[in-house]
């Protein structure tokens, strides 16, 4: 396979400016590709070249594969990098990118076609001795349908999108009385979400934790793991905070589901990175969930542990490379934690929270790192994921990631829209998860909504700088310095 | 003169804008060092504790974001606090109660028809922001009294949606 010179970035936010960082390591150009909103957005100014998609909503834009193709083909891209949402799922969108001649970065399109329709990935692995939930492995057609199986299974029951993730489409079902209302629900996202308005039905285990191993697999036949990862802090079936290793996988267990990962891997003819989910109960038995086939949001804290940059893996393996790692070679060093910033009320169910960021300084220091995909005078905006960055934190120990995620959150500083930060601050703190005995359902237990109390100080402050910004009625032609010093000098006069 | 009230979460504060003078609930007088870093962003020392909190101001109100929450600064003039008092001595109660919307998003479905009982909580119409759909409820048990939206339409954060009498 030739050597990739020139890659085409088909993504948007703070994955676009990931893929650009690795691809310009490796001495490769990078186009960037933009819906109008983001003309001025981080990912279009660090690219070599940025071409526009015309449009604003995800359809005219980054899901457009035909804008995208024409962009690739003018700007003589030999391949194109979909990161994740967006198309990098979509089998048809790889297929027209390997039709048009061109190097698609990420598994073939018949393994996402596989992998990606949840219920073909359970009926291949069922055949592979893989234990997987218990539930359908096809699509369920009727309500009838529906009600016999769950009954079967047993209730709680899940209704799952087959076309997608990231808990769209996703309904917990505590009895037949909600069965039909929760179909219709999730029928309704998936259709929105990922075209596909497919759902099928899965036992609800109940307090797993969320476990799983990223695989690599070139075209040469080697397949190998890197470790788990733990995600069991979702809010809405989204994760949240991540950490690497887990605290409830001993080595031999971890070698065990690696394992299970890369025979998954095999079975599908996998090539590229994947990741294969899990749920693992209380007893440490653990059931396959699906298979991501593309680069994860919480890919860094991976990289972090086992000092592997998994974008580079990719890129050499699309073009024909073997892995520059064998599994001998692959070896756990400290421990990462990743907060997902996202533009969101904290106080308020997560509810997305748009304007404009006028403040932006994230945390710095040793072990920290900050992917993001904002900058002072960023719009936040309806249109899109409200995952604005990735905090990214590693320490030699647990208990030192710990302590450096907790410093950083305090460090990080934004300005125009709220985020998640202060729930992050919740997670890190809170007993459970410094246990780590903390499973999927941590978040809806705990409730964890951020207190905002205010000290005296903290009010204080406040308020002597919001009169300094001048009250309401004096003319905002009044020099700024001049108010300050003046306001200044009367609080201090008046202190004497 | 010119005295206003600046409220923030619990915490009140009186302003005495022609003397610069800022005074808490209890009377003593607030001591501050405040430098103004870059628009809307400032430095406070407050009795030698360390503040770095960024405030947008609007009018009489403000955000100001501390450690990455955000609080709501309200300012009432002597003016204000007269008419809130009118008000209250009118008699005035709020029997119906008008819900907007929590998010900017599009209204995918209405639940509820106008004219109809409904008991607090349950779901009136559901808006769809940034792929998810969200059911809004009703705040008390009543009748709808008025939808202020369609279906297929665009809302801004804070439009009224629908009013429980």
Redesign the interface.
């Known amino acids: 396979m030739k050597k990739i010179r020139k890659i085409l970035i088909a993504n948007r936010g703070e994955i676009a400016v990931r893929i650009h960082r690795s691809a310009k390591e490796m001495g490769i150009q990078t186009v960037a590709v933009y819906s109008d909103p983001d003309r001025t957005a981080p990912h279009v100014l660090l690219c070599d070249e940025a071409y526009s998609l015309t449009g604003t909503t995800s359809a005219e834009t980054y899901l457009n594969i035909e804008k995208i193709l024409k962009i690739a083909k003018d700007a003589k891209v030999d391949a194109i990098h979909p990161g994740y949402g967006f198309l990098s799922e979509k089998e048809f969108f790889a297929k027209s990118i390997i039709d048009a001649g061109l190097i698609f970065i990420g598994p073939r399109p018949e393994t996402i076609e596989l992998l990606g329709s949840k219920t073909s990935a359970r009926d291949l692995l069922s055949k592979k001795n893989i234990p997987i939930v218990p539930g359908t492995t096809k699509p369920i057609n009727t309500l009838d349908e529906a009600m016999n199986v769950a009954s079967v299974i047993g209730y709680p029951v899940l209704i799952k999108a087959s076309g997608g993730g990231g808990g769209?489409g996703m309904r917990r079902v505590d009895g037949q009385e909600e069965l039909e209302s929760a179909i219709e629900?999730a029928r309704?996202?998936a259709s929105?979400?990922f075209s596909d308005d497919r759902v099928y039905i899965e036992k609800y285990i109940v307090n797993p934790k969320h476990i799983e191993i990223q695989i690599l697999a070139d075209t040469h036949g080697n397949v190998i793991h890197l470790g788990e990862r733990e995600c069991s802090v979702q809010r809405?079936h989204q994760k949240v905070v991540e950490e690497c290793p887990s605290i409830a996988l001993t080595p031999q267990l971890r070698a065990k589901m690696g394992q299970a990962a890369v025979e998954i891997a095999k079975a599908a003819g996998y090539v590229n990175a994947g990741t294969m989910e899990f749920l693992l109960d209380a007893a440490m038995n653990y059931y396959f969930l699906e298979v991501n086939t593309r680069v994860q949001v919480e890919h860094p804290i991976t990289e972090m542990v086992y000092g592997i940059d998994i974008i580079k893996e990719q890129i050499r393996i699309a073009q024909g490379e073997p892995l520059s790692i064998t599994q001998n070679e692959v070896k756990i060093n400290g421990h990462a934690i990743e907060s997902r910033i996202y533009a969101e009320?904290y106080d308020?169910?997560f509810?997305?929270?748009?304007g404009t960021i006028?403040?932006y300084q994230p945390s710095e220091g040793l072990g920290v790192r900050n992917d993001s995909g904002i900058r002072v005078g960023s719009e936040i905006t309806?249109y899109?994921?409200?995952m604005i960055a990735k905090l990214i934190v590693h320490g030699r120990t647990r208990n030192e990631a710990l302590e450096k995620m907790k410093r950083a959150?305090?460090e990080?500083?934004?300005?125009?829209v709220?985020?998640t930060?202060?729930f992050c601050?919740m997670v890190v703190f809170h007993p459970e998860f410094v246990k780590g005995t903390y499973d999927i359902n941590f978040v809806a237990k705990h409730y964890l909504v951020?207190d905002?109390?205010?000290d005296?100080?903290?009010?204080?402050?406040?308020?002597?700088?919001?009169?300094?910004?001048g009250?309401?009625?004096v003319k905002k032609s009044l020099n700024?310095?001049n108010s300050?010093q003046?306001?200044?000098w009367?609080?201090?006069h008046?202190?004497e | 003169m010119?005295e206003?009230t600046?409220n923030?979460?619990?915490?009140s504060?009186s302003?005495d804008?022609t003397?610069?003078?800022?005074k808490?609930a209890k009377g003593n007088?607030?001591?501050?060092?405040?430098?103004?870093i870059?628009?809307?962003?400032?430095s406070?020392l407050?009795?030698g504790?360390s503040?770095?909190?960024?405030?947008?101001?609007t009018?009489?109100t403000?955000t100001?974001?501390?450690?990455?929450?955000?609080?709501e600064?309200r300012?009432e003039t002597e003016r204000d606090k007269l008419t809130k008092r009118l008000q209250k001595d009118s008699g005035q109660t709020a029997s119906t109660v008008t819900t907007r919307a929590?998010?900017?998003?599009l209204i995918?479905k209405l639940l509820k028809q106008e004219g109809i009982a409904v008991a607090a909580g349950e779901g009136i119409l559901v808006v769809?922001?940034?792929?998810?759909?969200?059911e809004i409820k009703a705040a008390k048990t009543g009748t709808v009294k008025k939808i202020f939206v369609k279906e297929r339409q665009t809302v801004e954060?804070n439009d009224n949606l629908f009013t429980i009498e």
């Open positions: 769209k629900r309704n996202e929105k979400a809405r009320e308020n169910n509810l997305p929270s748009t006028t403040h309806m899109y994921d409200p959150l305090r990080y500083k934004i300005h125009g709220k985020t930060i202060p601050e951020p905002s109390k205010l005296k100080y903290e009010s204080s402050a406040i308020a002597a700088s919001f009169i300094s910004e009250p309401a009625s700024t310095i300050i003046q306001s200044k009367k609080l201090r008046r202190d | 010119s206003s600046i923030i979460a619990e915490f504060y302003f804008e003397r610069g003078l800022l808490d007088i607030v001591s501050t060092d405040v430098k103004k870059s628009e809307g962003e400032f406070v407050v009795g504790r503040y770095h909190l960024f405030v947008t101001r009018k009489e403000a100001a974001t501390v450690n990455n929450f955000i609080f600064v300012r929590p998010m900017p998003g995918t769809e922001a940034m792929k998810m759909e969200n954060k």
